[in-house]
């Protein structure tokens, strides 16, 4: 019989090729004849009954849930910094995370993100959706801009046409209107005179100078027909461009009016869901505050150092589930952030104030981690607390996969904001099983092992089967084993 004496580093044990490998260093050294009797005391371990359990240890890192970055709503083509929580503090309904322009934002609980402007008369429950209310004004402005395009279309044909007319008659060699016969007869009085003239200067009855004289006078009515036709041809040309420009403008309003129909029928279609109303009433509440809603919010905004108007805009309340952990500053106090920056970051990062574990898995360790399994965390004082499983991630990265590990008892956790902790995963458990110490084992030569249960009649070999393998005991069953019992181990 061989008697196995084990210095373990992980307490685990395997069987190959006939030979016991413990993890660890295994020493085999001779036993003792059962019947021998012994001169010195007897070592001894007692058969225990109970809970067996094989675990890995794997350093985490305690810190806080993942992070949000809050990127604040801008009212303005800017705003200064003028306000930021203390990284590290704990920002609680009510309070400011942040301020511009020297206007807190205020931390409300929810679910539902402040998507809207809210205006709130005095003595009123129900607000107007400023949003909603700006989109009337606007598909009201865009119809009536089709409108006047319209007319201006209709005005120009309407010259045009006029204008086309007028330059016919005015060409024609017998104008109807009045104007162009005005025209077109001292252009023929202008030229019978020049006629006549030029006969009486012929038969030497009127002086060459009246030729002179009469050929100016038809020059300048020719002049004034040909400008009366050449001021028609410009004004028909501005018309028809007028009523090209009104096309145009028609067609560009209506595309703009139809977009601003869509976006006013996708608010209308939202209008009846108040949720983000009720929150407002529920964290007022909360606060103390009572009465008509409208009066809930200006004291609100009185009491917060917000403008007393009752509009409850975007910048006013950031929306979270609950209070929440400022994680860092992503601004200073004094900066300017800029609505049109593309690059703009957020003001500030935070998480809530529920404290977890992420733990760096080896892949070929996936098996420990189900979501649900419980684990043990040792912290850095070396204190123990329970924890599960919340998440497995299937990234892999350097190999490993990142697990997160929920902690229910947070307030053992007090004092605590980043740490390094171990955690302990159960890769197998027995339930109510007699175990002895692995150094208890005896090889025997035929296969298997034994225990030498050890009474004050002294010593017997007892074969056992042997189970899990954990924390330096090993798990055994067989006839004569029996919790209470004493086993020899190595002195």
């Known amino acids: 019989m061989i008697h196995l004496r084990t210095m373990l580093s992980g307490g685990a044990l395997a069987i190959a090729a006939g030979a016991v490998a413990i993890a660890g260093f295994v020493l085999l050294q001779p036993a003792p004849p059962s019947a021998a009797p012994s001169a010195a005391p007897i070592a001894t371990a007692e058969?225990?009954?109970?809970?067996l359990v094989d675990s890995k240890t794997v350093t985490g890192t305690l810190g806080y849930s993942e992070l949000t970055a809050l990127r604040p709503s801008l009212a303005g083509a800017s705003a200064m910094v003028t306000a930021l929580a203390p990284v590290g503090a704990t920002i609680e309904r009510g309070e400011a995370l942040y301020g511009l322009d020297g206007q807190p934002a205020i931390l409300f609980y929810g679910t539902v993100p402040q998507h809207r402007t809210l205006r709130f008369d005095a003595d009123t429950d129900v607000?107007?959706?400023?949003?909603?209310?700006?989109?009337?004004?606007?598909?009201?402005?865009?119809?009536?801009?089709?409108?006047?395009?319209?007319?201006?279309?209709?005005?120009?044909?309407?010259?045009?046409?006029?204008?086309?007319?007028?330059?016919?008659?005015?060409?024609?060699?017998?104008?109807?209107?009045?104007?162009f016969i005005e025209l077109s007869g001292a252009v023929a009085v202008a030229a019978?005179?020049?006629?006549?003239?030029?006969?009486?200067?012929?038969?030497?009855?009127?002086?060459?100078?009246?030729?002179?004289?009469?050929?100016?006078?038809?020059?300048?009515?020719?002049?004034?027909?040909?400008?009366?036709?050449?001021?028609?041809?410009?004004?028909?040309?501005?018309?028809?461009l007028d009523a090209v420009a009104a096309r145009v403008a028609i067609a560009d309003a209506t595309v703009k009016r139809d977009a601003l129909r869509?976006?006013?029928?996708?608010?209308?279609?939202?209008?009846?869901?108040?949720?983000d109303v009720a929150q407002l009433a529920d964290n007022l509440a909360a606060l103390g505050y009572a009465g008509p809603l409208g009066q809930q919010v200006r004291s609100w905004q009185r009491v917060s150092?917000?403008?007393?108007?009752?509009?409850?805009?975007?910048?006013?309340v950031v929306i979270a589930e609950g209070p929440v952990h400022v994680a860092a500053h992503d601004a200073s106090v004094g900066e300017t952030l800029l609505a049109a920056s593309a690059d703009r970051s957020?003001?500030?990062?935070?998480?809530?104030?529920?404290?977890?574990?992420t733990v760096p898995l080896a892949?070929?360790?996936?098996?420990?981690?189900?979501?649900?399994?419980?684990?043990?965390?040792?912290?850095?004082?070396?204190?123990?607390?329970?924890?599960?499983?919340?998440?497995?991630?299937?990234?892999?990265?350097?190999?490993?996969?990142?697990v997160t590990v929920g902690i229910a008892d947070q307030a053992a956790l007090d004092g605590l904001e980043v740490a390094s902790v171990d955690v302990d995963f159960v890769s197998e458990r027995r339930n109510d099983v007699l175990s002895v110490p692995i150094a208890a084992l005896l090889a025997r030569p035929e296969g298997g092992f034994a225990v030498e249960l050890v009474d004050a009649g002294g010593t017997k070999l007892v074969p056992v089967?042997?189970?899990?393998?954990?924390?330096?005991?090993?798990?055994?069953?067989?006839?004569?084993?029996a919790e209470g019992e004493r086993v020899s181990v190595p002195g």
Do not use: C, M
């Open 363 to 402: 892949v070929a360790d996936q098996a420990l981690a189900a979501v649900g399994r419980p684990v043990t965390v040792t912290l850095p004082d070396d204190r123990k607390v329970a924890g599960t499983i919340s998440e497995v991630g299937s990234v892999v990265t350097d190999g490993n996969i990142e």
């Open 262 to 275: 869509d976006t006013h029928a996708a608010l209308v279609a939202r209008a009846d869901d108040t949720a």
């Open 305 to 316: 150092g917000l403008a007393v108007t009752g509009i409850v805009s975007l910048g006013q």
């Open 465 to 481: 089967d042997t189970g899990l393998f954990a924390a330096g005991r090993v798990e055994v069953s067989g006839d004569g084993i």
């Open 127 to 179: 607000p107007v959706w400023v949003e909603l209310e700006q989109s009337e004004a606007a598909v009201a402005a865009a119809d009536l801009t089709v409108a006047l395009e319209t007319q201006r279309l209709a005005d120009a044909e309407a010259r045009s046409t006029d204008l086309a007319a007028r330059l016919a008659d005015a060409s024609a060699s017998a104008p109807a209107l009045p104007e």
């Open 192 to 240: 019978a005179k020049l006629a006549r003239v030029t006969e009486l200067s012929a038969a030497e009855l009127a002086p060459s100078a009246e030729i002179a004289a009469a050929e100016a006078e038809l020059a300048k009515a020719r002049a004034a027909a040909a400008a009366a036709i050449r001021t028609l041809d410009k004004d028909l040309a501005a018309a028809k």
């Open 47 to 51: 058969i225990t009954r109970g809970e």
């Open 346 to 357: 957020s003001i500030l990062d935070y998480s809530d104030i529920t404290k977890l574990v």
